[in-house]
């Protein structure tokens, strides 16, 4: 395809992120400093339905007895039986509404079911989440006319598997470069050419959601995809370090004709359908994340208390203790998080992009160092396979195959990275909108000095308001009211700090992504403590030791992000790692054959 400028590619990205995006938001009033504690307090808890109630029953038993992880993870594939079961009990309509097959459940109630069956088997949830989250249901349903709901909606009920297909061989989070074409025909279809890549669910898909653009107008839309038409072809399965069974692969698209009944939405809307589409997609991930955490919790519990070490039982010695005490206040936040966030999904006028992107974010990452602290509880125990584990007498508890499951969790639905600059960009907009003129390199100096009453005029409203807070706030929440403090007057902090970066680097700012990431690193850990503080008010004095826990742990590791924000090695780091490009440093690599040149050429100068 043609070469994409940078200028380009932001232009695209920067015309969808404005595209009707609408209402509150929790992170992105704390990113300006406002702490709005009272928009989530109190916890919103929600009332199980005996439907509800009925079907996770089931499902719990379903996954109990008569679902073999280790065999599903040994051989790589799903076995015809499970599908069939989960066709049964509806488990590909969980969020379709009863009207078209569906269960009809809503994002806390699918969240909920994620948990359950991610605490059980990473794989299995992958297909139920793709499908459900971000496959055919769920942007059907959104942007789709009423004859294409009751078309494919019901198929879908029944267990008719879609994908969700966007990704490319040469093009991940930057949809400028997307070279899959969708050519109009006379007759008002269109005929679809390119491949995509990583394609959950793709290789046994019924249907898919692909998004393709014109060749001429470059405009990107969306498309619902039979994959019996001809010239659709999966040309590989891919296999991965965890996730053994995951139906993921290469598909090719060579002249696919479709209908142009089957385009959802508008022409040119398929960009805005693929990130509204993931923004509520992406709780399905921190729901996994919180089942899986959960479930190590238990392992990691139930062997501390049973494995004896010099004369007493493991959990008992401070090292031990310690983690332990961290994974259950984690496992607490997150839970605390997670279920927030599926909550604010539910409320009219909410914005939640940036209350998704943190619950991936924050979960993905934690849950991977807390299955790394399991892991490191169990010792050889957790490094061990389940089934080596059974062959010789042993519990098989499965941490080495949740271990090798997590780790995509951390790229799935926007790696780390992704989600960072994602809202790293959301917490400078106020600021982009207010003295964008001002930071601009190619604004004229007439268009500086018009910009500049306006600009002086919100910073001279905003900034000072930043050094006052309410020392005796948030009374109601007894010994934990100290947290919530905390946590409004670290708000305040992160936002002068944000701005203090803005006035030093200006127009820079952009590229100084680690100083970006610490301060979304802040934010997220912000919110997470009012998450967990806030539900714990309500709570049993547990509860409110959990959060406690995690609200000193988060103070500690905030403190450290805003010591580095002024005090780094970033620039040193990012010259010696451009060098490292150019090959100056080859000589410390190994090729695999030989010694490394530098080496060769030492001996030879002996």
Not at 447 to 473: C, D, H, I, M
Request: with cysteine; proline share 4%.
């Amino acid at each position: 395809m043609a070469h994409v400028t940078e200028a380009e590619a932001r232009d695209l990205a920067e015309s969808s992120r404005q595209s009707e995006w609408a209402g509150r938001s929790f992170v992105r009033d704390l990113f300006m400093g406002s702490l709005r504690v009272d928009w989530i307090d109190p916890f919103p808890v929600h009332a199980e339905t005996p439907h509800f109630r009925e079907t996770y029953r089931r499902f719990e038993a379903f996954f109990q007895q008569q679902v073999d992880s280790a065999r599903i993870d040994r051989e790589g594939q799903y076995p015809p039986e499970v599908l069939a079961a989960l066709r049964e009990m509806g488990a590909f309509g969980m969020k379709i509404p009863t009207r078209y097959g569906g269960l009809g459940f809503d994002q806390v109630e699918y969240g909920r079911l994620v948990e359950l069956v991610s605490a059980y088997d990473g794989g299995l949830a992958a297909l139920l989440s793709a499908h459900n989250s971000i496959g055919v249901p769920q942007p059907v349903y959104l942007f789709g006319t009423e004859e294409q709901r009751q078309r494919f909606l019901p198929r879908c009920a029944r267990g008719a598997i879609t994908a969700f297909a966007l990704t490319e061989p040469d093009v991940g989070s930057d949809p400028a470069r997307l070279a899959t074409t969708a050519t109009r025909t006379p007759e008002g279809d269109y005929v679809l050419d390119g491949e995509k890549l990583w394609i959950t669910n793709g290789t046994i898909a019924e249907l898919m959601i692909v998004m393709a653009r014109d060749p001429d107008t470059r405009k990107i839309s969306a498309f619902i995809v039979e994959t019996n038409q001809p010239g659709f072809e999966v040309v590989h399965r891919c296999r991965f370090m965890g996730l053994k069974a995951l139906e993921n692969g290469l598909l090719r698209f060579r002249g696919v004709r479709v209908p142009q009944e089957n385009r959802l939405g508008a022409e040119g809307q398929g960009l805005k359908i693929a990130l509204v589409t993931l923004n509520t997609g992406r709780l399905s991930l921190p729901a996994a994340c919180v089942g899986g955490a959960r479930r190590a919790l238990g392992i990691a519990r139930r062997y501390a208390a049973e494995r004896v070490q010099w004369g007493q039982p493991v959990g008992k010695h401070e090292a031990i203790s310690h983690k332990l005490a961290d994974l259950t206040a984690s496992t607490y936040a997150m839970e605390s998080w997670s279920h927030l966030a599926s909550h604010l999904a539910l409320r009219a006028g909410y914005d939640i992009r940036l209350e998704a992107a943190t619950a991936k974010e924050w979960a993905s990452t934690r849950g991977w160092d807390m299955l790394d602290d399991v892991m490191q509880i169990r010792g050889g125990r957790g490094y061990e396979t389940e089934t080596s584990l059974a062959a010789r007498g042993e519990v098989p508890e499965p941490v080495e195959r949740m271990y090798r499951d997590s780790r995509i969790n951390r790229i799935f639905e926007g790696s780390s990275e992704i989600m960072h600059l994602f809202m790293a960009r959301e917490m400078v907009d106020t600021h982009l909108k207010v003295a964008g003129t001002l930071l601009d390199a190619k604004a004229s100096l007439g268009a500086k000095l018009a910009a500049l009453p306006r600009v002086a005029a919100f910073y001279a409203r905003w900034y000072p308001a930043l050094w006052f807070g309410n020392p005796f706030a948030y009374g109601e929440h007894g010994a934990l009211a100290r947290h919530l403090r905390w946590a409004e007057r670290t708000s305040r902090r992160l936002a002068r700090a944000v701005f203090h970066g803005m006035v030093r680097y200006q127009a820079k700012l952009e590229r100084k992504q680690a100083f970006l990431f610490r301060t979304v690193d802040i934010a997220m850990e912000v919110a997470v403590v009012v998450a967990a503080v806030v539900r714990a008010k309500g709570g049993s004095d547990e509860a409110r030791a959990l959060a406690d826990l995690h609200a000193r742990n988060a103070a500690r590791l905030v403190e450290q992000r805003f010591a580095a924000l002024w005090h780094n090695d970033d620039d040193a780091k990012a010259a010696l790692g451009r060098e490292v490009l150019t090959g100056r440093y080859a000589f410390v690599e190994d090729d695999g054959v030989g010694p490394a040149a530098g080496d060769t050429a030492a001996a030879a100068a002996k």
